[in-house]
């Protein structure tokens, strides 16, 4: 069982910056990829940022050029670094692995991002 701790949410004004946490409970698990995704008020949860253990990443459009993912030495830590935010960035963010020993997806709780124009 792995369980993902997130941290790192809150309120920020249009254009400013917030840093994403999260931390795999347990190490040797395998994890990869690790990621984000986001849900906005009546809307699907849809995918932010995905980062695998080699360093390859992909974005959604939407925040390509603004939000930057990476990993932490251990491999079992994932950041994600929001710059130039937008109201439209105001969602739920939740932290996403994938054990390839256990074969299972894991979520974390989810940290609120709010972003006021």
């Not at 254009?15 to 994890?31: D, H, T």
């Not at 692995?97 to 124009?117: E, I």
Request: charged share 15%; with cysteine.
């Amino acid at each position: 069982q792995v369980q993902l701790v997130e941290s790192g949410g809150g309120l920020v004004q249009a254009g400013g910056s917030l840093r994403l946490s999260c931390a795999a409970s347990r190490s040797g698990f395998s994890i990869n990829p690790m990621g984000w995704y986001r849900q906005a008020p009546g809307k699907e949860r849809e995918l932010v940022a995905v980062i695998t253990t080699g360093g390859s990443t992909n974005y959604a459009d939407s925040v390509k050029g603004r939000f930057t993912i990476s990993r932490g030495n251990d491999a079992n830590t994932v950041y994600l670094q929001m710059n130039s935010l937008k109201p439209e960035d105001t969602a739920v963010y939740y932290c996403y692995c994938f054990s390839t020993r256990l074969r299972h997806d894991y979520w974390g709780q989810g940290t609120q991002v709010t972003v006021s124009s």
